[in-house]
C-alpha cells in the first residue's frame, strides 16, 4: 500500500523559511511524479511544485524563487524548502505522487495524497 507522510509544518512570522519533508513508502518511487500542493481556506487545492522521476521540475508563479523542490529517489523522500514566507503562503500542504510522471498536475487526477501539513504565516 503506498503511504505518502509529511512532516514539517508550523507557525512563523512573514519573511521566514520552513522545510517541508515526505517520504514514500509502499513503493519504489520510479515512474512517479512527486509534488506539493496547498489548499487554503475556502479556496481549491492548488500545485505548488513538482518534480518528476527523471528531475523534471515545476513550479507555481506564486512561488516562484521562494520555493525549492527536491526529492531523493534513493531515501524515497521529497522536500520543500520554502523561504520569504508570506501570509498568503498560509495552507495545508498536501504531498502527492502520480504515476503520470508529468510535472504539469490537476488535483482531481491524483493517485496518492499524504494526510497534510499546516503552515501558518502571521505576525
Known amino acids: 500500500q503506498v503511504q505518502l507522510v509529511e512532516s514539517g509544518g508550523g507557525s512563523v512570522q512573514p519573511g521566514a523559511s520552513l522545510r517541508l519533508s515526505c517520504v514514500l513508502s509502499g513503493h519504489s518511487g520510479s515512474g512517479l511524479v512527486m509534488a506539493w500542493f496547498r489548499q487554503a481556506s475556502g479556496k481549491e487545492r492548488e500545485l505548488v511544485a513538482s518534480?518528476?522521476?527523471?528531475?523534471?521540475?515545476r513550479y507555481a508563479d506564486s512561488v516562484k524563487g521562494r520555493f525549492t523542490i527536491s526529492r531523493d529517489a534513493r531515501r524515497n523522500t521529497m522536500w520543500l524548502q520554502m523561504d520569504s514566507l508570506k501570509p498568503e503562503d498560509t495552507a495545508i500542504y498536501y504531498c502527492?505522487?502520480?504515476?503520470?510522471?508529468?510535472?504539469?498536475?490537476?488535483?482531481?487526477?491524483?493517485?496518492?495524497w499524504g494526510q497534510g501539513t499546516q503552515v501558518t504565516v502571521s505576525t
Open positions: 518534480v518528476t522521476s527523471g528531475e523534471t521540475i
Open positions: 502527492a505522487a502520480d504515476r503520470s510522471n508529468r510535472p504539469y498536475l490537476i488535483a482531481a487526477r491524483i493517485d496518492y
